[in-house]
């Protein structure tokens, strides 16, 4: 794709609530919550904020800066300053992550969309029925059939393009995503018994703090920031020069970080004023949100009203960050191959539909057939979050500080005139601290898979 024809976001608030609405996902409101309730609560959540305001802040700076310098997606970018056939492979790689990432992802939109079809016109009794979800995703066509209808949506966005799709679509959908955050938070927190919740999430116990808090924290970071995606790399390239890097990073990272809070102060506080606390509930992870919650709603007065609310809110967000991940592809394949928007996106729904598929059957049909012992869905999750994607950000760091120059991505960010507020930071972070963070995550992970250690 010719840079003059290339897609761009027509204000400074575009890009801002589109890398919001690539960030705010499913890892905000579905991981988060799961992740602090296990690790540690105010401990896990200190954690985050730190790494979010260091290393967060540093690898958007750096990607996005890589996308706008050079108007190019990954591959395309990686290949501009590389000028290798190391770094293009850098390159590959963090265009191939969201490709991988997205179908699976899908497939957890498509529950979400179940969720909601039920609250709003099915048996509440019903979905908080024991082994319901188990039941539900091992059904088979039912659940493919809620992850077709959740591809369609995000594929037909895609098809749009830059201004009209993406960025029309989170321009509206993060405001109201926010005013729901707030809203079901405000009716959590004020539940008897769950200021105990608020307090396990906000005030830091250090007699909970370990060092599986700090890489549970920094691996949220990669999911939730969309760190290592190509997504900032490509979205920065569909950015104009009179915006601000700085300012849109800060504000794409206060937006981040407090949706997570939302979503921490949606479901933890629930579950002490529910469940007392309960160390089982608060460990049981990912199915906090659709085993936990339905049951907290049934109790609730006007639980069938908040239960719209909620699981509209979570496909809001698991919308945007699709969105996110299928346009950093069809990007790819139009700059690398010269495909149209349309065809980028056939090739698309095509992949999304065939990986799809396998992680939606992978707990029914398929449930026989594993990789690394591991059903599909969990397989391509371990894959790209916790190998591809710590990969991916040493081969940012690399192409930052051994060829593209600390200098010009300092001379990018102030473009538009404004100052490099913590230009000191991300000259350290970038050469020095982030490379070993990205490698802690990936030894920590195989070390895991592995059972030499358990995470």
Known sequence: MD???????????????????????????????????????????LVY???????????????????????????????????NSFMKAGGWLNAIIPVLIVPYYSVVGGWVCKYLYEFICGDMNQLVADNYFSDFISGG?????????????????????????????????????????????????????????????????????????????????FYSLSIAMGILIT????????????HSTIQV?????????????????????????????LNQGPALMFITMPRIFADMAGGRLIGILFF????????TSAIALCESAVSTFSDEFGWSRRKGTAVMAVIMMVLGTLSCLGYGPLSSVSVMGMAFLDFFDFLTNSLMMPVAAVFICLLVSRHMGIQAVENEVMADG?????????????QYICPVFAIVIFLSSIASALGWINI
């Not at 979205?235 to 601000?244: L, P, V």
């Open 235 to 246: 979205f920065g390239s569909y950015m104009k020069k009179d915006t601000s890097i700085d």
């Open 49 to 83: 904020i730190i790494l979010a305001l260091t290393f967060g802040y540093t690898m958007i700076i750096a990607e996005t800066s890589i996308g706008r310098s050079c108007r190019k997606s990954p591959v395309g970018a990686f290949d501009y300053y590389g000028k």
């Open 141 to 221: 066509w039912q659940a493919e059939l809620w992850f077709v209808i959740f591809i369609a949506f995000v594929l037909g966005v895609i098809w749009l393009g830059v201004n009209n799709g993406i960025e029309r679509v989170s321009g509206i959908m993060m405001p109201v995503l926010v005013v729901l955050a707030l809203i079901i938070s405000i009716y959590t927190i004020t539940r008897p018994g769950a200021m105990d919740g608020v307090k396990y999430l906000l005030v830091p116990d250090f007699s909970r703090f370990s060092w599986k808090t700090v890489v549970a924290a920094m691996g949220q970071m």
């Open 312 to 319: 509209l809110l979570v496909l809001f967000a698991a919308v």
């Open 418 to 430: 404004h100052p490099f507020g913590r230009r000191k930071l991300f000259s350290f972070m970038i």
């Open 3 to 45: 840079s003059k024809n290339r897609g761009s976001f027509s204000s400074k608030l575009g890009f801002v609530l589109s890398a919001a609405g690539a960030s705010v996902g499913l890892g905000n409101i579905w991981r988060f919550p799961y992740l602090a309730a296990r690790y540690g609560g105010g401990a896990f959540l």
């Open 253 to 281: 990272e206060i937006f981040d970080t407090a949706i997570a809070l939302l979503g921490g102060l949606m479901i933890i506080p629930a579950v002490f004023a529910f469940f007392k606390g309960n160390p089982d509930t």
